[in-house]
């Protein structure tokens, strides 16, 4: 790969939007629903998921489920995209903003 093609790749890597938004873990056989905000929705899953699997998850709750039943008992679920314009501007206090919303929406619903 010559440096003009690798500098044009870091630029667009720079520059992208990613999806941003609220995630949710649905446990299927306790009807349980864990909302959690991610910067990047292609991700957010991963982190989580990969946390889970090397039993390590901060949620206690969500990590206790996820031993009982296992990876094959939890629905992934994307609950809102956040609309953003400025793909460099932080935007964790509207992302915090949207889950809050969230949760009041689904009383049932608990924290990642």
Known sequence: MDKLHKKELMNQWKNRKPEMGIIGFYFIETQELFLGLSKDLSVGFNSAKFQL?????????MQELWNLYGENNVEYKVI????????????????????????????????I
């Open 53 to 61: 699997s090397l039993h390590s998850h901060p949620n206690m709750r």
């Open 80 to 111: 809102c995209k956040l609309k953003y314009d400025d793909p460099k501007e932080d935007q964790t206090k509207n992302l915090k903003e949207l889950l809050d919303i969230c949760l009041l929406e689904d009383q049932k619903a608990r924290r």
